[in-house]
T-cell receptor, first 110, second 115 residues
């Protein structure tokens, strides 16, 4: 089945950019997502990208998709302490299901 | 605004008890999902449902069952709770794929502890 990989931890200084990376195995994935989970909460959709796009920008968020390498990244510009959370990469498969990565815990240091 | 609610935020149950986790969505979504979340493992799909009275197994259905008697409600049942079912349980819902980008909307989660 589909496999989605992320590193578990990332620390950045407040004001710097954060880049969270994700790799996946199924090249037929139609949509690729980034979700954010704050402590004690469910997952909230941040953004998604359709597989025929290379890049999507939404305010401080930039998503880059490299289909050849099956690599997805999320860049957060001017990272703030409120951005501290777990970020999940997810991809749509052949059915209506999503496959999630393990999540990356982003810690923003003052 | 889509709202997915779960019946409890925290639950403590004893080994062997039957446990019911309830999920309700208010957006008339066809699709509903149950996941468990464990540190370092991400979200793993337990069961899902595409319609009333319909269910399909996900990746880790052992020890669980589900019920969907009404479109807005999807219940997860632990027939005989065990300590290895201590976890965060997340419910999600989504539109049919021909109407959407497969996006799933999540509830706040239920943290279940089995002692």
């Amino acid at each position: 089945g589909e496999d989605v990989e992320q590193s578990l931890f990332l620390s950045v200084r407040e004001g710097d950019s954060s880049v969270i990376n994700c790799t996946y195995t199924d090249s037929s994935s139609t949509y690729l997502y980034w979700y954010k989970q704050e402590p004690g909460a469910g997952l909230q959709l941040l953004t998604y990208i359709f597989s025929n796009m290379d890049m999507k920008q939404d305010q401080r968020l930039t998503v880059l998709l490299n289909k050849k390498d099956k690599h997805l990244s999320l860049r957060i510009a001017d990272t703030q302490t409120g951005d501290s959370a777990i970020y999940f990469c997810a991809v749509s498969g052949s059915a209506r299901q999503l496959t999630f990565g393990s999540g990356t815990q982003l810690t923003v240091l003052p | 605004d889509v709202k997915v609610t779960q019946s409890s935020r925290y639950l403590v149950k004893r080994t062997g008890e039957k446990v019911f986790l309830e999920c309700v969505q208010d957006m008339d979504h066809e699709n509903m999902f149950w996941y468990r979340q464990d540190p370092g493992l991400g979200l793993r799909l337990i069961y899902f449902s595409y319609d009333v009275k319909m269910k399909e197994k996900g990746d880790i259905p052992e020890g669980y069952s589900v019920s969907r008697e009404k479109k807005e409600r999807f219940s997860l049942i632990l027939e005989s709770a065990s300590t290895n079912q201590t976890s965060m349980y997340l419910c999600a819902s989504s539109f049919p794929t021909w109407e959407s980008s497969y996006e799933q909307y999540f509830g706040p989660g239920t943290r279940l502890t089995v002692t």
